[in-house]
């Protein structure tokens, strides 16, 4: 139980364009999602927590209109990057919080690898 | 606040030694430690969890963990590293808001010298 996917696992696009991430908890619902990027060698940083049914909560230094998040279901989360540019390629992870297992444990997406050329 | 420090950046073990990924924390609370393990090009996977239950952990893989609250530490261990434990592994540690971030390190990559 508690599988979380995202979609798609890897994307390349154009500079200038918008991409969508999707997140989906499977088998569970999940009211919180969050929302990290991964740089080479690096730790996890949290980009926003997404809470079902209201606006997403950002990190500070992060710019929610490029990094737009909708949490519109029990069960899925979106991540859109608008007017993407170099710099945004990164690994992109969600992770969701079932309140079923405990408040303590998130599940964590595959993660999403954005290329912008 | 919350906090947590990986004291190693690298460790390299040979395989059939022992692994000591040390970590150590900061909380206000009786704090919730995790260890999640990440594999080249995967994505993150739940080592083990402590939650104020027994100090002494055990997780999957033949990995373990004991909280020791005087030391502010939750170092993780294996006896015997296989190569297929090489991976970056992170300790982490929830946080008290509402929605329980995670507070992560910076993480420790482990090496296998066969």
């Known amino acids: 139980g508690a599988v979380v996917s995202q979609h798609p696992s890897r994307v390349i696009c154009k500079s200038g364009t918008s991409v969508k991430i999707e997140c989906r908890s499977l088998?569970?619902?999940?009211?919180?999602m969050f929302w990290y990027r991964q740089f080479p060698k690096q730790s996890l940083m949290l980009m926003a927590t997404?809470?079902?049914?209201?606006?997403?909560?950002?990190e500070q230094g992060v710019e929610k209109d490029k990094f737009l998040i909708n949490h519109a279901s029990l069960t899925l989360s979106t991540l859109t990057v608008t007017s993407a540019h170099p710099e945004d390629s990164s690994f992109y992870i969600c992770?969701?919080?079932?309140?079923?297992?405990?408040?303590?444990?998130?599940?964590f997406g595959p993660g999403t690898r954005l290329t912008v050329t | 606040a919350q906090s947590v420090t990986q004291l190693d950046s690298h460790v390299s073990v040979s395989e059939g030694t022992p692994v000591l990924l040390r970590c150590n924390y900061s909380?206000?609370?009786?704090?919730?430690l995790f260890w999640y393990v990440q594999h080249p090009n995967k994505g993150l996977q739940l080592l083990l969890k402590?939650?104020?239950?027994a100090t002494l952990v055990k997780g999957i893989n033949g990995f373990e963990a004991e909280f020791k609250k005087s030391e502010t530490s939750f170092h993780l261990t294996k006896p015997s590293a296989h190569m297929s434990d090489a991976a970056e592994y992170f300790c982490?540690?929830?946080?008290?808001?509402?929605?329980?971030?995670?507070?992560w390190g910076a993480g420790t990559k482990l090496i296998i010298k066969p």
């Open positions: 909380s206000s609370y009786s704090p919730s």
């Open positions: 088998d569970f619902q999940a009211t919180t």
């Open positions: 992770s969701a919080r079932d309140l079923g297992v405990g408040a303590y444990e998130q599940y």
């Open positions: 997404s809470n079902e049914g209201s606006k997403a909560t950002y």
């Open positions: 402590y939650t104020s239950a």
């Open positions: 982490v540690v929830s946080g008290m808001d509402s929605n329980y971030q995670l507070i």
